[in-house]
Structure formats: structure tokens, C-alpha cells
């Protein structure tokens, strides 16, 4: 396991089209994050998970936008009705609370989304 | 409301010498302090942290330096290579999600 896989990179949607992506975490990571990046901008939280428990969901994640993560595994995120004001990087990242709270955070490479 | 801020968008140094790239948070409950590099199209990478419990951490080229009274922390890289040229983000937390700064955008000249 050589880190954080998010798949896809790149994705190009038409306005009001649903998406999803996947993220793999490092395997022994119980934690799992979504962030977005917008041009300029840090990375955003979005929502996190302990294990497969959801435990806290941004403001920014408006009623389109639904995280999951079965079995504690993989995540996947979905965008419902997609609109251009989605488009950023989407970032996934993993860390492991098993030696205490305060881990580092790995990330992945990204997912792009542009909404036309 | 902008919990962890690094006021200065970009920073230019010539190799060799030192990059000092600063960052300034308001939460108080912060309690682990990290810094990641990025570079275009790329996830951030991991670079180095601190706990509240120290006031440096150092390694290789890179120190880490937390002031707790006045809410801020400093990353020094010395001495500055090119391949440093990237946008740094400050990340502050605690037991739970990471809070990131708007990033620096350094560039180190040959």
C-alpha cells in the first residue's frame, strides 16, 4: 500500500449531472477526510469518518452532497444535480488515531471536477 | 470566520539562504500544528508537525516553531533549495479535523 488513492483524477460533468468519486485510504487508517480546494483557497473540510461512523459534516456540505463509508474501508463521495459552483479539487485524506489523536493526515492526489 | 490565516500570499528567496513562512490561528483549543507542501495538480504532502506541549521541532532542513501566547507558528527552512518552490499550508487541530490556511506560495530562485 504505497498511500491514499482517489480515483477518478479528472472529471468533466454537464451542470445538474450527478458524480461520484472513490477514495482508498491507507489500509490501517481508521480515519477518513473529504476536502475541497478551490483556486487560492486552503483545503476546506468537508466531512469526516471514524471507522465506518460519519462524524461531523461542514456546512458546506449541502443536501446534494452524500459521503459514505461502507465496512470502514473505502469512501466514496456523490454530488447530486452538480452545479458549475462545484467545480474544485475534491482531496480525500487518511490518518490513524491508533497511536493517539493528534496524527498527521495523508492526502491523496485529488479529484478534479469541472462542471460546464 | 478564518480560524488559522498566513497573511503573506507568496515569499521569494534566492537558494541557499532561509525561508520563513509564518501562520497565525485564533482557536485556542488548537492543539497540534502542522505544515504541508503542495505542488500544482497534487495532493498536499505531509512536511512536519508540532504539539502544543513544545515550542520547536526540527527536522532535517526544516524547524517548526510554535508560540503559544501569541497564536503563531513559524516554519524555517534553511538553507532554501529550488525544489522547495511550492505553496506551504499551515494546518491547525486537535482531536478531530484539520483546519488549513489560505497557503504560501514560495519560490526559491537559483
Known amino acids: 500500500d504505497t498511500g491514499v488513492s482517489q480515483n477518478p483524477r479528472h472529471k468533466i460533468t454537464k451542470r445538474g449531472q450527478n458524480v461520484t468519486f472513490r477514495c482508498d485510504p491507507i489500509s490501517e487508517h481508521n480515519r477518513l477526510y473529504w476536502y475541497r480546494q478551490t483556486l487560492g483557497q486552503g483545503p476546506e473540510f468537508l466531512t469526516y469518518f471514524q471507522n465506518e461512523a460519519q462524524l461531523e459534516k461542514s456546512r458546506l456540505l449541502s443536501d446534494r452532497f452524500s459521503a459514505e463509508r461502507p465496512k470502514g474501508s473505502f469512501s466514496t463521495l456523490e454530488i447530486q444535480r452538480t452545479e458549475q459552483g462545484d467545480s474544485a479539487m475534491y482531496l480525500c485524506?487518511?490518518?490513524?488515531?491508533?497511536?493517539?489523536?493528534?496524527?498527521?493526515?495523508?492526502f491523496g492526489q485529488g479529484t478534479r471536477l469541472t462542471v460546464v | 470566520d478564518q480560524q488559522v490565516k498566513q497573511n503573506s500570499p507568496s515569499l521569494s528567496v534566492q537558494e541557499g539562504r532561509i525561508s520563513i513562512l509564518n501562520c497565525d490561528y485564533t482557536n485556542s483549543m488548537f492543539d497540534y500544528f502542522l505544515w504541508y507542501k503542495k505542488y500544482p495538480a497534487e495532493g498536499p504532502t505531509f512536511l512536519i508537525s508540532?504539539?502544543?506541549?513544545?515550542d520547536k521541532n526540527e527536522d532535517g532542513r526544516f524547524t517548526v516553531f510554535l508560540n503559544k501566547s501569541a497564536k503563531h507558528l513559524s516554519l524555517h527552512i534553511v538553507p532554501s533549495q529550488p525544489g522547495d518552490s511550492a505553496v506551504y499550508f499551515c494546518?491547525?487541530?486537535?482531536?478531530?479535523?484539520?483546519?488549513f490556511g489560505k497557503g504560501t506560495k514560495l519560490t526559491v530562485n537559483p
Open positions: 494546518a491547525a487541530g486537535g482531536s478531530e479535523k484539520l483546519v
Open positions: 485524506a487518511s490518518s490513524s488515531t491508533r497511536t493517539g489523536w493528534n496524527t498527521e493526515a495523508f
Open positions: 508540532i504539539s502544543s506541549i513544545k
